[in-house]
């Protein structure tokens, strides 16, 4: 059973586009909140290394 490939990738209505941009933009959101996450961990590490003295400059 062999399927054209423009078959695939038929228009989608508007109803489908935007279930797609919602999940998209949850996504995004969610991207960014374990960007910061990595982020103010990492600065936490920076914070207590310092105060530690175990950085030498």
């Known amino acids: ?3 054209e490939p423009l078959e695939l990738l038929s228009p989608m ?3 489908d586009s935007a ?4 999940r ?3 996504r995004n959101w969610a991207l960014l909140a374990v960007l ?3 982020c ?3 600065y936490a590490i920076t914070l207590v290394k ?3 003295g175990t950085l030498k400059f």
Do not use: E, N, Y
Request: aromatic content about 10%; glycine content about 14%.
């Open 50 to 52: 310092i105060g530690q």
């Open 13 to 15: 209505s508007r109803a």
């Open 1 to 3: 059973m062999s399927v």
């Open 40 to 42: 103010g961990l990492f």
């Open 36 to 38: 910061f996450a990595l």
């Open 19 to 22: 279930k797609v941009a919602v």
């Open 24 to 26: 998209r933009r949850g």
